[in-house]
Nanobody, 121 residues
Framework: QVQLVESGGGLVQPGGSLRLSCAAS????????MGWYRQAPGKQREVVAR???????NYADSVKVRFTISRDNAKNTVYLQMNSLNPEDTAVYYC???????????????WGQGTQVTVSS
């Protein structure tokens, strides 16, 4: 199995910044795409940003320019730098990884437990 542990959420004022981190551990052979999703109250989970092992990045239109995703393949860790936060960014943020386990031929999707981000004055 793969465990994803997120950190860095919290309460921030509008216009502020936060940096989320997500570290993957377990019997990992390889991690392919890693990403961040978010779910606001009463809404469906949506993709925020994704990054492949080769560094190809995609962002949701709502966060382009303001958010930056990066990863450290040696540490199996993905980051999300969030700037110019506004109340509409308030949500639980989930880390996501597509990975292949040791002694396995298939890829599976794994999720973290989520970290709350609240943007409020």
């Amino acid at each position: 199995q793969v465990q994803l542990v997120e950190s860095g959420g919290g309460l921030v004022q509008p216009g502020g910044s936060l940096r989320l981190s997500c570290a993957a551990s377990g019997s990992i052979f390889r991690i392919y795409t890693m990403g961040w999703y978010r779910q606001a109250p009463g809404k469906q989970r949506e993709v925020v940003a994704r990054i492949t092992s080769g560094g190809v990045i995609n962002y949701a239109d709502s966060v382009k320019v303001r958010f930056t995703i990066s990863r450290d393949n040696a540490k199996n860790t993905v980051y999300l730098q969030m700037n110019s936060l506004n109340p509409e960014d308030t949500a639980v943020y989930y880390c996501n990884a597509d990975a292949r386990l040791l002694y396995s031929s298939g890829r599976q999707t794994y999720w973290g437990q989520g970290t709350q981000v609240t943007v409020s004055s």
